[in-house]
């Protein structure tokens, strides 16, 4: 079974929250409340210590955490686009024309990949990720520098290099470029609001 990258956006203060308590960007994904994983307890006042009261660790944790107040409570709109851990080494060459690693906003499914990119980690697994609302407009250009014929190329190149008989077409290439566009409308609305982008794994 492919594990797919789900692709959304969340303000500037959301994303802060989730690089901060890590392993809550799979929380607002759904849309639930945080969990705090791993948090350590707050110290005990006297009378805590006085009557033997331990708090909890997750108690703790929600006591000291600022929660967003517009924390989503459903699931978020993501961007329909089919990455998963299968095809994102491909996804990174149709974006950069090149296997390559590289630096800035075009590193974004590079994360997947490699410990050397630009975006922020959110969990301690090295899956979900963020960029800020300052690093969109370089993605953006890049997913709007992408067409059905620079992906079908790109396409054609991988499967020379995985050694793959498949022969893509650009019917192929259509259908996928497809998420590029979806892609980009996702950024430009982000750009608007002024929000970043966060990718989990689902």
């Known amino acids: ?30 849309g639930e409340p945080p ?12 009378l805590d210590r006085l009557l ?20 989503p409570q459903s699931e978020a709109e993501v961007v329909d686009i089919e990455i998963n851990h ?17 630096a800035g906003s075009g590193s974004i ?4 990949l490699h410990a050397d990119h630009d975006a922020i980690p959110l969990d301690e697994h090295n899956e979900d990720f963020a960029f800020l609302p300052e690093q969109l407009p ?24 995985q050694k793959n008989d498949h022969q ?3 019917e192929e290439a259509r259908e996928m470029h497809s998420g590029f566009v979806n892609l980009a409308d996702c950024l430009q609305r982000a750009i ?9 794994v689902s």
């Open 109 to 112: 499914f590079q994360t997947w």
């Open 168 to 170: 893509p077409t650009i």
């Open 138 to 161: 370089e993605l953006l250009a890049l997913v709007e520098s992408v067409t059905s014929e620079s992906l079908l190329r790109s396409f054609e190149e991988w499967c020379r290099d």
């Open 192 to 200: 608007e609001k002024q929000h970043g982008l966060v990718w989990v």
């Open 52 to 71: 033997g009261r331990k708090p909890s660790a997750a108690s703790a944790a929600v006591e000291g955490a600022d929660i967003p107040a517009d924390w």
């Open 1 to 30: 079974m492919a594990n797919y990258l789900v692709i959304f956006t969340a303000p500037r203060s959301h994303i802060e929250f989730m690089r901060t308590h890590r392993g809550t960007s799979r929380n607002y994904y759904l």
């Open 35 to 46: 969990e705090f994983v791993g948090a350590e307890a707050k110290r005990s006042s006297f």
């Open 86 to 102: 299968r095809n994102v080494d491909l996804y990174h060459r149709i974006l950069n024309n090149s296997s390559n690693f590289v």
